[in-house]
């Protein structure tokens, strides 16, 4: 009889055809350029060098196979630093601008070392490539694989979560200091951390000079395959390949997914006054779209646009997204502008457009999230119509409505009661789910939760732009005081109102992200565009969770329920239909005199009544219906329960108008409302009453 051996832990890794490949004897280096005549190898023995200690010439003959250079340097091995140098025609007319000097990064490289090297004879000199061998001992790690619909969302900063001396940290603004944070993010209860920007960036001027204005965000990327160097600890070339696969292991090993936002909408190249770093100098023409062939077509906002439907673009990223999942075990992407994607080579918003298809189906994503930003800077709009159901988005309705409704913006009920049921006017028409909306109400581009209370303008003097940068659609208020304010009454409010939006993201069908630090009320003093704000504004201030442990508890106990609750987060639409084994529908709306609601009656109160699923929604009979009652006016109301629920056992979970402890009752064991009589709520304020499963 034949026995089965067991198999050894198979590692699986990724390799793209192009860049530095590791071989025993040395490397491969493999490089895409239909126009060029020349091709050279710079090879670099520090990264301080400013001269390559070595230059080898591709033979065009020997060492090109159609349009791929490629060339094996014997006896070199990973930590090799190194720079492309191509030749051909200078015709910006026709869209090609080659420069024999230039020095250009791969656009494979795996990591980059050093900073962008003064200039004084006009050579521009950008950080180098280095040669990754990816061998890591992952110790089994495989991606955690959670549903969507489960999941709730931690939108972070990897250098402002713990550069500020308030964090503590050993190794702050890097990647170990993230692992430092675990506990923390355990605590909270998120189950992914979506990293804004982690691919490489400029960290210095293209001639070496200090920027008066950095990329603190990261969306100006460099190299797509390379973690940034700049939130390594140890800065030696490539320790930053390693330090990131030990976050992503770490955070894996706490239940925490990574998902990374990526920007394949532009390059830091900029329009045709921008430097020649990598993609201009290889093959321009083929990588950004063009008008006219000398002026870059700018749907991004940012100088160019990626032709990301061209066929060697769209392989680049498909190796790309590969990449981060094999070789760094990511667990998704939120695709920055993605609506570029539905562009074709010449700018033009198709129907189906292939890229967006082919992420969703290729085979080698297949256990990944992909989350589409569904718009860009040239007036693509195309939330709850981007791509096909493997495809989420974030649903900027749902941050305009909730907002609006929250204000006490005049007929924002019914679009609230839509958002909270999990948009189905969005995305039921096309067959997908509540899963399907990422709910947030703010972002890293925006107010902060704490700052949308605070003021009504943005104050943005700071970024050096007389405040003319950021959204001047904020949908925000101040309460009486611009700013900060002792007075009780204003403070009083801003507590409510932050409390009710944190509340209805966390309650509301699909799928809940939070931006780092509105927990805790981080502050931004009124800049809602600090792209540019590397130091304390933008940066998570540590004393904020001892000094407003209230709202991190209050928060706490909300995303605990959510993960508890399957009357939250439901794979399908409520309907108003009647729940299969129950007497009362999925959900019913009432006005606060306890009727049916009458939408058309203009008020900013009622009642909501979601009755827990049975059967496959709730195999375990976990669920609970809930009561929420809603009160965005400016004075006191009386509920009368709907009759479907006076007969239910209520308690109370939440009340955002009384103080702590009293504002949530983590372990449903809250006061019961009045027996006989109504319920009553102050200004701005929200109840959420829970039933006990045993009256299901």
Same mark, same amino acid.
């Given at each position: 009889?034949?026995?089965?051996?067991?198999?050894?832990?198979?590692?699986?890794?990724?390799?793209?055809?192009?860049?530095?490949?590791?071989?025993?004897?040395?490397?491969?280096?493999?490089?895409?350029?239909?126009?060029?005549?020349?091709?050279?190898?710079?090879?670099?023995?520090?990264?301080?060098?400013?001269?390559?200690?070595?230059?080898?010439?591709?033979?065009?003959?020997?060492?090109?196979?159609?349009?791929?250079?490629?060339?094996?340097?014997?006896?070199?091995?990973?930590?090799?630093?190194?720079?492309?140098?191509?030749?051909?025609?200078?015709?910006?007319?026709?869209?090609?601008?080659?420069?024999?000097?230039?020095?250009?990064?791969?656009?494979?490289?795996?990591?980059?070392?050093?900073?962008?090297?003064?200039?004084?004879?006009?050579?521009?000199?950008?950080?180098?490539?280095?040669?990754?061998?990816?061998?890591?001992?992952?110790?089994?790690?495989?991606?955690?694989?959670?549903?969507?619909?489960?999941?709730?969302?931690?939108?972070?900063?990897?250098?402002?979560?713990?550069?500020?001396?308030?964090?503590?940290?050993?190794?702050?603004?890097?990647?170990?200091?993230?692992?430092?944070?675990?506990?923390?993010?355990?605590?909270?209860?998120?189950?992914?951390?979506?990293?804004?920007?982690?691919?490489?960036?400029?960290?210095?001027?293209?001639?070496?000079?200090?920027?008066?204005?950095?990329?603190?965000?990261?969306?100006?990327?460099?190299?797509?395959?390379?973690?940034?160097?700049?939130?390594?600890?140890?800065?030696?070339?490539?320790?930053?390949?390693?330090?990131?696969?030990?976050?992503?292991?770490?955070?894996?090993?706490?239940?925490?997914?990574?998902?990374?936002?990526?920007?394949?909408?532009?390059?830091?190249?900029?329009?045709?006054?921008?430097?020649?770093?990598?993609?201009?100098?290889?093959?321009?023409?083929?990588?950004?779209? #063009?008008?006219?062939?000398?002026?870059?077509?700018?749907?991004?906002?940012?100088?160019?646009?990626?032709?990301?439907?061209?066929?060697?673009?769209?392989?680049?990223?498909?190796?790309?997204?590969?990449?981060?999942?094999?070789?760094?075990?990511?667990?998704?992407?939120?695709?920055?502008?993605?609506?570029?994607?539905?562009?074709?080579?010449?700018?033009?918003?198709?129907?189906?457009?292939?890229?967006?298809?082919?992420?969703?189906?290729?085979?080698?994503?297949?256990?990944?999230?992909?989350?589409?930003?569904?718009?860009?800077?040239?007036?693509?709009?195309?939330?709850?119509?981007?791509?096909?159901?493997?495809?989420?988005?974030?649903?900027?309705?749902?941050?305009?409505?909730?907002?609006?409704?929250?204000?006490?913006?005049?007929?924002?009920?019914?679009?609230?009661?839509?958002?909270?049921?999990?948009?189905?006017?969005?995305?039921?028409?096309?067959?997908?789910?509540?899963?399907?909306?990422?709910?947030?109400?703010?972002?890293?581009?925006?107010?902060?939760?704490?700052?949308?209370?605070?003021?009504?303008?943005?104050?943005?003097?700071?970024?050096?732009?007389?405040?003319?940068?950021?959204?001047?659609?904020?949908?925000?208020?101040?309460?009486?005081?611009?700013?900060?304010?002792?007075?009780?009454?204003?403070?009083?409010?801003?507590?409510?109102?932050?409390?009710?939006?944190?509340?209805?993201?966390?309650?509301?069908?699909?799928?809940?992200?939070?931006?780092?630090?509105?927990?805790?009320?981080?502050?931004?003093?009124?800049?809602?565009?600090?792209?540019?704000?590397?130091?304390?504004?933008?940066?998570?201030?540590?004393?904020?969770?001892?000094?407003?442990?209230?709202?991190?508890?209050?928060?706490?106990?909300?995303?605990?329920?959510?993960?508890?609750?399957?009357?939250?987060?439901?794979?399908?639409?409520?309907?108003?239909?009647?729940?299969?084994?129950?007497?009362?529908? +999925?959900?019913?709306?009432?006005?606060?005199?306890?009727?049916?609601?009458?939408?058309?009656?203009?008020?900013?109160?009622?009642?909501?009544?979601?009755?827990?699923?049975?059967?496959?929604?709730?195999?375990?009979?976990?669920?609970? +219906?809930?009561?929420?009652?809603?009160?965005?006016?400016?004075? +006191?109301?009386?509920?009368? #329960?709907?009759?479907?629920?006076?007969?239910?056992?209520?308690?109370?979970?939440?009340?955002?108008?009384?103080?702590?402890?009293?504002?949530?009752?983590?372990?449903?064991?809250?006061?019961?409302?009045?027996?006989?009589?109504?319920?009553?709520?102050?200004?701005?304020?929200?109840?959420?009453?829970?039933?006990?499963?045993?009256?299901?």
């Amino acid at each position: 009889m034949l026995m089965r051996q067991p198999c050894p832990p198979l590692q699986f890794s990724y390799h793209a055809p192009f860049g530095a490949t590791v071989h025993e004897a040395g490397v491969q280096f493999s490089v895409f350029s239909r126009s060029a005549t020349a091709m050279r190898l710079l090879l670099y023995n520090d990264v301080r060098d400013r001269e390559p200690t070595e230059v080898i010439e591709f033979d065009r003959h020997q060492d090109r196979w159609g349009d791929v250079w490629s060339l094996f340097v014997p006896g070199i091995s990973p930590g090799q630093l190194y720079h492309f140098q191509a030749s051909g025609p200078w015709a910006p007319e026709r869209g090609q601008r080659f420069d024999s000097a230039a020095r250009l990064i791969d656009p494979y490289a795996d990591a980059l070392a050093g900073t962008f090297q003064k200039s004084d004879d006009g050579v521009l000199r950008p950080p180098r490539c280095v040669v990754v061998d990816h061998e890591f001992d992952w110790e089994g790690d495989r991606h955690i694989c959670r549903p969507l619909s489960d999941s709730v969302i931690y939108e972070m900063h990897v250098r402002g979560f713990t550069k500020s001396r308030s964090s503590g940290a050993d190794a702050p603004g890097s990647y170990l200091g993230v692992i430092e944070k675990i506990p923390y993010l355990k605590s909270l209860g998120v189950t992914a951390v979506e990293l804004m920007p982690v691919h490489e960036f400029p960290i210095n001027g293209p001639r070496g000079e200090r920027l008066r204005r950095p990329n603190y965000w990261g969306y100006d990327p460099m190299a797509f395959f390379a973690p940034h160097r700049g939130y390594a600890h140890d800065q030696q070339p490539g320790a930053q390949v390693r330090e990131f696969k030990t976050m992503v292991k770490a955070l894996h090993a706490a239940g925490i997914e990574v998902i990374l936002d990526v920007v394949f909408n532009h390059t830091c190249e900029g329009n045709e006054n921008g430097p020649t770093l990598s993609f201009k100098g290889l093959e321009n023409q083929v990588y950004y779209i #063009l008008s006219e062939g000398r002026h870059y077509s700018n749907y991004s906002g940012c100088g160019n646009t990626i032709n990301g439907n061209h066929p060697v673009v769209r392989e680049m990223i498909f190796h790309c997204l590969r990449s981060w999942v094999h070789n760094y075990h990511i667990d998704g992407f939120r695709f920055d502008l993605a609506s570029i994607l539905s562009r074709d080579r010449t700018g033009n918003l198709v129907p189906n457009p292939p890229m967006v298809e082919l992420i969703a189906e290729d085979p080698l994503l297949a256990d990944t999230k992909i989350i589409a930003e569904a718009w860009d800077a040239a007036g693509a709009y195309q939330v709850g119509s981007f791509g096909t159901a493997r495809w989420a988005e974030w649903n900027g309705r749902y941050r305009d409505d909730v907002r609006g409704f929250w204000r006490g913006d005049g007929g924002t009920l019914g679009a609230l009661a839509t958002r909270l049921a999990g948009s189905s006017d969005l995305y039921h028409h096309s067959g997908r789910m509540p899963a399907s909306s990422i709910n947030f109400i703010t972002s890293h581009d925006g107010f902060t939760l704490n700052d949308l209370v605070s003021y009504k303008d943005k104050h943005n003097l700071a970024n050096g732009e007389e405040n003319r940068d950021g959204d001047n659609h904020n949908i925000s208020d101040n309460y009486g005081v611009e700013g900060p304010t002792r007075k009780r009454i204003v403070n009083e409010v801003r507590r409510r109102q932050i409390k009710n939006m944190m509340t209805t993201l966390m309650l509301s069908q699909g799928v809940p992200m939070l931006v780092s630090g509105d927990e805790i009320r981080r502050t931004q003093r009124g800049n809602n565009n600090a792209y540019c704000q590397d130091n304390e504004t933008s940066w998570f201030d540590w004393k904020l969770v001892e000094r407003n442990t209230e709202m991190f508890r209050f928060t706490q106990g909300l995303i605990a329920f959510r993960k508890a609750q399957p009357t939250v987060r439901r794979t399908a639409f409520l309907t108003g239909q009647t729940v299969a084994g129950r007497t009362v529908p +999925d959900v019913s709306w009432y006005g606060p005199d306890g009727q049916p609601l009458n939408w058309g009656q203009g008020d900013l109160a009622m009642v909501v009544y979601i009755a827990a699923p049975s059967g496959i929604d709730d195999p375990d009979g976990l669920g609970r +219906d809930v009561l929420m009652l809603f009160n965005s006016t400016g004075a +006191d109301r009386e509920f009368t #329960l709907p009759q479907p629920g006076q007969n239910v056992n209520w308690g109370m979970f939440v009340d955002t108008a009384a103080a702590s402890p009293g504002d949530i009752f983590p372990s449903l064991n809250g006061p019961k409302p009045p027996e006989n009589g109504p319920v009553k709520l102050l200004p701005h304020s929200l109840k959420v009453f829970v039933s006990e499963p045993a009256n299901r």
